[in-house]
């Protein structure tokens, strides 16, 4: 019998788990976006900071989904340390408020809640119905694990064996502590390890004091994986926050430890309901951590930033930033990751496209060398882009964020084969000039120079567009593509108009002078293909394809599978 009681209450914790990882899911696939600029907005004073963390944990059920916005956030210095630091202290407060409303026995909730969420789920057309009727099966799924937990319990008293295992189990506080810590940390959630204490307690499985242990063990174990998913390499300025976090942890666990069995006894004398107590000790103990360390926060900040300082030194700007492996659990933030990740190697691109215009204007020969390395810099960024990509989508994805997920790889690709058109083309005639001694006629070179603005001015545009997803952005540069068509062709009958002359420049660099025009040009074609994603979405795409005839040409040429 025993046996079979550790099988059910193993599947209750695994239906536990699974319905708070679709409540997640849901919330961050219908406001993900929304939740972390709200993140980044509300950040006035650690007072309000407190708050933020606070209502975006009690939404997510998750102050590790917090904790990865917030660090991304500080990472990229949007968020000082200080009140980074008192969002961490409002998620933790946020995440006892789900137990608490779970404390009460409200199971009776859970086919409604299955029925409201499966309506929703398939009669929804858009993506945010599904995420809706997601959650709603979400919580119906963890009432229903509470209620499984409960009524497992119950008959297990009869089960010497089970009772024996728990008895020693939890018979040493450091023990219960290391327990529980452990477990959270494997499951990646204190809410569902709490919820299990509580059903321990409320089955009389585990003494009062117990459970007050093992709930500290969960807020300990809250407080690893965001830790350990930062890893020990990297700069240790980017651990602060998951650090600051262990830290008031442990300093509060060393605190109430010795009081443990006095605690037990008034809290039991002020509410006997065992699973109540418990949950009513998980909440008063952040709180008392919130209160305790709100205050000296910039005391804290400081010594953080002494114990870990900012590492100096020279990077690889080949190794990818923003590609953090422990978001590829919250799609929102890894497509975000992906998009920042992206923009830098668009960043390096821009470079390239400057300095390779500079090195065929000035015969520059070490520019033609510096834009050949930044080249293998952007292969080996696209590489990883595509990589972090495939990861994010063996998960589960909505369509919306598969439409971006491949939107990113496509941006990605058109920007390596930029990179390849410079390096392998433009390069190579800038150093046939350099070698040759060529130069352009003061007319050549300005109607170049003007055609390479413009590119540039384009390629930033297209950087726009591919963040924010503008359709009006979307439609400038197809028109514009259409003019530079033009100019291309203009410009190539003025430098004809010069060889007839007899120009010596001109005779000269014929062959380079229409090459550099038609490379621009097929750059030109490729930074236009960001365009096509955003006019398809908004139903613009056929109409233009009637307008120009090679529009959806190109915009199947631009259009990689994942890898």
């Not at 536990?16 to 600029?37: C, I, K, Y």
């Not at 300025?237 to 010795?258: E, H, K, S």
Request: glycine share 8%.
């Amino acid at each position: 019998m025993g046996s079979i009681v550790l099988l059910d209450l193993m599947g209750g914790v695994a239906l536990l788990l699974w319905g708070l990882h679709m409540v997640l899911t849901g919330v961050l696939r219908a406001f993900g976006p929304d939740l972390r600029r709200f993140l980044g907005t509300a950040l006035g004073n650690r007072f309000t900071a407190f708050g933020a963390g606070l209502a975006l944990t009690a939404l997510l059920q998750s102050s590790t989904a917090t904790g990865l916005m917030t660090t991304s956030l500080t990472a990229d210095g949007v968020v000082s340390l200080v009140p980074a630091l008192a969002i961490m202290l409002g998620a933790n407060v946020g995440t006892t408020l789900i137990v608490q409303v779970l404390s009460f026995n409200i199971s009776a909730f859970a086919p409604v809640l299955f029925l409201i969420g499966f309506i929703t789920f398939r009669a929804g057309g858009g993506s945010l119905a599904r995420a809706l009727g997601r959650i709603a099966i979400g919580l119906g799924l963890t009432l229903l694990s509470l209620h499984i937990l409960l009524t497992t319990l119950a008959p297990a008293e009869q089960a010497p064996t089970v009772r024996a295992l728990l008895h020693a189990a939890t018979n040493d506080p450091v023990l219960c502590i290391v327990i529980a810590a452990a477990l959270t940390w494997a499951a990646h959630s204190s809410v569902a390890v709490v919820l299990l204490v509580m059903s321990l307690a409320y089955s009389h499985f585990v003494a009062p004091a117990a459970a007050l242990a093992l709930v500290l063990g969960a807020n300990l174990g809250s407080a690893i994986n965001p830790l350990l998913e930062g890893g020990i390499h990297g700069d240790p300025a980017t651990r602060r926050l998951p650090a600051g976090n262990m830290l008031n942890r442990v300093v509060g666990i060393l605190l109430a430890l010795p009081f443990l069995q006095p605690l037990a006894h008034e809290l039991t004398a002020l509410q006997p309901d065992a699973a109540k107590m418990t949950a009513e000790f998980h909440m008063l103990f952040n709180v008392a951590l919130a209160v305790l360390f709100i205050a000296p926060l910039d005391g804290v900040a400081w010594l953080l930033t002494r114990m870990l300082p900012e590492r100096k030194g020279p990077t690889d700007p080949s190794v990818p930033r923003y590609l953090d492996e422990s978001a590829l659990d919250t799609p929102p933030l890894a497509l975000a990751n992906a998009a920042r990740e992206t923009l830098r190697m668009g960043d390096t691109l821009e470079a390239m496209l400057r300095d390779v215009m500079t090195a065929l204007m000035t015969n520059e020969r070490k520019l033609v060398s510096e834009v050949s390395r930044m080249d293998n810099i952007v292969d080996r960024l696209t590489e990883a882009i595509k990589l972090y990509i495939a990861g994010l989508t063996r998960g589960s994805l909505d369509e919306r964020e598969g439409r971006r997920a491949m939107e990113i790889v496509t941006f990605a690709i058109n920007l390596e084969h930029i990179g390849d058109i410079i390096d392998k083309n433009l390069c190579e005639l800038a150093a046939k000039k350099i070698k040759r001694r060529y130069q352009f006629s003061a007319e050549g070179a300005a109607e170049l120079s003007a055609f390479h603005k413009r590119i540039v001015e384009n390629l930033q545009a297209a950087f726009g567009v591919f963040m924010t997803g503008d359709v009006e952005g979307a439609r400038r540069l197809l028109r514009e593509k259409a003019e530079l068509r033009k100019a291309e062709l203009d410009a190539a009958d003025r430098h004809f108009e010069r060889l007839r002359e007899g120009r010596p420049e001109s005779l000269e660099t014929t062959s380079l002078h229409l090459d550099i025009l038609s490379d621009l040009k097929r750059i030109h074609s490729h930074i236009c293909s960001v365009a096509y994603p955003v006019l398809e979405a908004a139903g613009e795409l056929p109409a233009l394809d009637n307008a120009n005839g090679d529009v959806a040409t190109d915009a199947l040429a631009y259009q990689p599978k994942l890898p």
